[in-house]
């Protein structure tokens, strides 16, 4: 089974991203063939800082080692690495419509907190896409907010398959079954995000484990006092999946375990289990960072198997679209009359 994904490299990763996202990739990793690209194309597509660029990526990369992604068994690389990702684009791109851009959620949300549009943010979804499309994904392990881009890239692919004949293959999105969706600390009605969020509300990956204590002490919760999760309870409902996935447990046995405590003993809880989690975490990334030889070894080693991997599917994409195929200049030299 192929396994694919992308996560960007600009804003520091969340307990979100970690839960939603991360998290996944690590267990799918032991399931089949697994690709895990930082996208820093993507990246570009808002207002960013050229001189944070390198080393947002450096350092997420270290990240997904850190968390377990394990480079004998998964491909993590860099999208730029690849230029098979923008020519795939560019492809798809034909067969992607206007209509259906205008309409992704993200797009709006993103493009309102932009004074300036471009273009790329507009076209995001398509690059997405090919990234899915160029490696015959199977499985796409991401958070709730991304299920529309692979919906998305799902149509992309069933055009193109009409249009030019069985080529890609249809994609399936999978989600976490506990925490799909991890809302801000201070405001439970949105998601958690370093660019939309609250920041006393957004729990680093790599802040120091006092700075994670305090964030969750000062967590927002609701009415009432029951450790349970109900429509009317946003702030706990989120913290208890928090917990059952910092525990490894069922939310039920949460539940179970504060009942008639009250909330302030159970914030604390969840705020150390929080920080246990990410322990060592934070430990193998500071370790991984310092030696960014080896950083770039695993990366340039990842590149070239996501080279070899996309290569014949955009080759395939391009004979379908009906372009020329490039001769090599041995060719046209051998053809030559010799000149004395
Ligand atoms: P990004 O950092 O935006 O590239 O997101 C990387 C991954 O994290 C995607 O699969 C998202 O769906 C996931 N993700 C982002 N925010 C959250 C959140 N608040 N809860 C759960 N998953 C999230
Ligand atoms: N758009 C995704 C996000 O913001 C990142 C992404 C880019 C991605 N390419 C992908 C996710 C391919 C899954 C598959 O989270």
């Known amino acids: 089974m192929r396994i694919f994904s992308g996560i960007q490299p600009t804003g520091a990763k969340h307990l979100g991203n970690y839960i939603g996202a991360i998290r996944q990739y690590v267990a799918t990793q032991e399931q089949g063939d697994a690709f895990f690209c930082i996208v820093d194309l993507h990246s570009i597509t808002v207002e960013y800082d050229p001189s944070e660029l390198r080393e947002s990526t450096l350092s997420l990369a270290a990240l997904l080692f850190a968390a377990g992604l394990d480079p004998e068994r998964s491909t993590v690389f860099v999208q730029s690495h690849v230029p098979a990702h923008p020519e795939a684009a560019w492809l798809l791109g034909s067969v992607t419509s206007f209509g259906e851009l205008r309409r992704m959620t993200q797009f709006k949300d993103k493009a309102d907190a932009q004074e300036f549009v471009s273009a790329g943010l507009f076209s995001y979804p398509v690059l997405q896409a090919a990234d899915i499309l160029l490696y015959r994904t199977d499985i796409v392990p991401i958070g709730e907010d991304q299920r529309q881009h692979v919906e998305l890239a799902r149509d992309v692919a069933e055009r193109f398959n009409a249009r030019f004949g069985e080529t890609l293959t249809i994609p399936k999105a999978v989600f976490p079954e506990v925490g799909a969706r991890i809302m801000d600390l201070q405001e439970p009605e949105r998601k958690m995000s370093t660019t939309g969020g609250t920041a006393q509300g957004t729990v680093l990956v790599l802040d120091p484990p006092d700075t994670i ?78 030696d960014e030889t080896e950083l770039q070894r695993l990366l340039a080693r990842g590149a070239e198997k996501a080279r070899k991997a996309s290569e014949p599917v955009l080759q395939e994409m391009y004979d379908r679209m009906g372009f020329v195929k490039a001769k090599t200049g041995r060719l046209f030299g051998a053809a030559r009359p010799k000149r004395l």
């Open 213 to 290: 204590r305090k964030k969750f002490k000062t967590a927002v919760t609701d009415s009432g006092r029951e450790v349970v999760r109900s429509p009317e309870k946003p702030g706990i409902s989120n913290l208890i999946e928090i917990m059952a996935v910092a525990r490894a447990e069922e939310p039920e046995a949460v539940e179970a375990h504060y009942d008639g405590q009250g909330y302030g003993a159970f914030k604390v809880d969840v705020g150390e289990a929080v920080v246990e989690l990410f322990d060592p975490i934070r430990d193998a990334y500071e370790e991984l960072r310092g």
